[in-house]
C-alpha cells in the first residue's frame, strides 16, 4: 500500500501529518545547525528551544500558571503508578483510588507491592467497568484521589470531576489529555504517556502542583523523585530528546492550525457525536459503555457475533482503516480517535460501517 | 549552514548518515503499512519484527548466547544507577563499586540512598580520574561489582576486565558498547543508554544474565524490575518504539555496512590512534587521561590556557566540526569519537589542530 491509512489505533496512534512531514524534511540537518535533531546535545541552545517551547504551548493550552511545574519523565503511566505512592503517601497515611478498569487496577497494585494503604472507594467493576462511578465515597483525609480520566480499553471517560474539598486529584489522563478544556487547579498530579494525543511513545507528561513538591522525601533515588525532574527542567539526565521534539510540534499544531483547546475540543466532540449516532442508529453495532460515560477518544462496540467482528476488522483494514481491533483484554470493536483524526477519517469509518452493515446486516 | 558538520559531541552524539536517511524516507509511510514507524502498534506484526530483529543483531553481535537476555528499558543509565541495587542487593550483603568518575560515583550515590551496603574498593579520584585503578580490592563475597567500563567526561576506558572470582560484574558501558569486542560471559548485567554508539535518546539496553534474574525480590514496583521486562520481550508497557526502531538501523549498519563488531574496533582503534598519535606530537594540546587508561571514545585534551581553548572550539564550530567543547564539569576539550563518526571527520579534526597549532602556537 503506497497511500496512508486512517488509523484508529489506541496508542502508538495516529499523528497530524503535516508534523510527520516537518519531522522528515529536517531530519538531517535540523534548523540548518548541521546536525540531525536526534544527534543535538541536550544541553543545547537548539534543545534548550524546543523543551521551553513544548513547555510554554503546553502551559498555554492549558491554561497553566505558575503553580504548577511542567515535567518530562521516562517509562510510561506504568512508572507513574509506581511513584505515586513512592513520593505522595507516606505509611500513616491512605490515599483512595477510583476503579474504571485496566488501567486504574494496575496504578492500585503497584501501590499495594510497597506496602502502601490505599483503598479503593468506588469501582465500576460490577458491570464490566461499563461506566464512570458516580459514589465516589472519598476518604476526607486521604493523601490523595487517583483517577484515570479516560479508559482506553473500556471506552468510558470522566465528564466532569467531582470536588474532593482539598484532597489532591491524581489522574492518569493518558488518553485525553489535550483533547479538552479542564481546570488544572484541584490536579496535585496529571500524568500522561504521549503516544495517544501528544506524540510518539517514549515520554511522558507530568504536570505537578508545586506544593506537592514539598511532600516527597529525600530518601528516594534521583531518577524516582519528581522534585529531580523540576529542579532541572527535566534534564537531570539525558531527556528523550526526539520525543519531546515530536511533542513540541503537535502542541504547535493543536494551537496554530486547530487553534488551540477549545477548537480541538469542539472538534472531537463532533467527530465521536458522528460516530455515535451511526451506532446508535445501526441494529448491527452496540456501543459498550453507558450513554453519560461514553469516551471522546475511544469508542468502543461489539458487532453481533465474535466472526462478524473478525470480518468487520479484516474487511475495514484492505479499505484502509486499520487497529479497529478491541484490547486484546476484552475483544469487539474499538475506534481511537484522537485529536490527530480527522473528520474525513470518521466519516469514511462510517461510510464503511453502513455498507458492512448492509451487506452482513 | 546547509551542509552537515562533524559532530564530536559527547551525546546524544553523532549517527549514521545513511541510517538518518532511511528514517527520511519512510517517516510517513512504514515499509508500506501506511502509518509512520511513530504511530504503528507496538503489539503489531511490524514493530515485533523490529525488536525481534534488534534483539537478534544484539546477540550476535555481542556473541550472546541463551544465557544472557537482551532488554530494552527507559530511563538512562541514571536509572539503572537506583534499579541495580534494587534488585541485586538485599540487606544483609555488600556490593563494591570502583570509582572511576561522575558517573561510577552517581551509582555509588544512589545505592547509598537506598540505605544499601556498598564499599568503594577502588578509586582513582587522587589523580582527577585520570586512570583506571589497577588494584581493586575486591570483597571475595560481594552481591556484584560495579563498574564504570568507558567515562566520558574523564576520557578514561578499561582496557580490559579482571577476573572477579566468580562475583557478577556490572557495568555501565553507555558510552562504549559496541564499540568493541568483550567476553559478555562474567557480566552479570551489561547497561547502556543508546545516545552514543546506539541510537537517539531515550532507550536504555541492558543485557542481564538469567541467573540474575533469580535474584530479584518479589516486592518490587513492577517497571522497577528487570523480571518485568524479561518476562514481557520489553513490551510490559508501550517500549520507546521510535528509539528501539533507531537502534535496530544502527545494528543493521554495524553488521552490514561496517561488516561486524572486530571491524567496528578496527575502525574505532584506528580513529584513536590518529588523533592521539597528533596530541602526543604537538605541543599546543595535551590528552589528560594516562596513556595505559586512555578511551577509544571520548579524547580529553588541554590547551595551553582557557582562552585558547575558546578560541579552539569557536575556531573548530566555524570550521564544521561541532561538539568539541569538554564537560561543563572539567572545562577543556573533548572530541566524541563514537562508532558513527567516520575516519574522514578525524582527519578533518587533526587537519583543523595542527592549523590551529600553526597560528596560535
Known sequence: MSQRIFNFNAGPATLPLSVIKEIQSGLDNYKGCGMSVMEISHRSKWFDDIINDAIIRIKR????????????????????????????????????????????????????????????????????????PKELNLTADAAYVHITSNNTIKGTQWADFS???????ISDMSSDIFSRSFNIDKFGLVYAGAQKNMGPAGVTLAIIRKD??????????????????????????????????????????????????SK???????????LYDFIDNNTLYKGTADLDSRSLMNVTFRLLS???????????????LGGLKGHRSVGGCRAS?????????????????????????
Chains 1, 2 share one sequence.
Open 61 to 132: 493550552l492549558l491554561n497553566i500558571g505558575d503553580e504548577h511545574e511542567v515535567l518530562f519523565m521516562q517509562g510510561g503511566a506504568s512508572m507513574q503508578f509506581a511513584m505515586i505512592p513512592m513520593n505522595f503517601l507516606k505509611d500513616n497515611e491512605t490515599a483512595d483510588y477510583i476503579n474504571t478498569g485496566t488501567w486504574s487496577t494496575k496504578a492500585f497494585k503497584e501501590a499495594v507491592i510497597q506496602g502502601k494503604k490505599v483503598i479503593e472507594t468506588a469501582s465500576s467493576e460490577d458491570r464490566n467497568f461499563s461506566y464512570i
Open 212 to 261: 506537592m513538591l514539598e511532600k516527597i522525601p529525600d530518601n528516594l533515588p534521583s531518577m524516582l523523585k519528581y522534585t529531580t525532574y523540576a529542579d532541572k527542567n527535566s534534564m537531570y539526565n539525558t531527556p528523550p530528546c526526539f520525543a519531546i521534539y515530536v511533542v513540541q510540534l503537535v502542541m504547535k499544531w493543536i494551537e496554530e492550525t486547530i487553534g488551540g483547546l
Open 163 to 169: 470536588d474532593t474539598k482539598g484532597v489532591p486529584v
Open 306 to 320: 465474535e466472526d462478524l467482528e473478525k470480518k468487520f476488522i479484516a474487511d475495514a483494514t484492505e479499505n484502509g
Open 264 to 274: 480541538m475540543e469542539e472538534l472531537n466532540r463532533k467527530k465521536a457525536a458522528i
Open 337 to 361: 480517535i484522537y485529536n490527530a483524526m480527522s473528520i474525513e477519517g470518521i466519516e469514511r469509518l462510517v461510510e464503511f460501517m453502513g455498507e458492512f452493515a448492509r451487506k452482513n446486516g
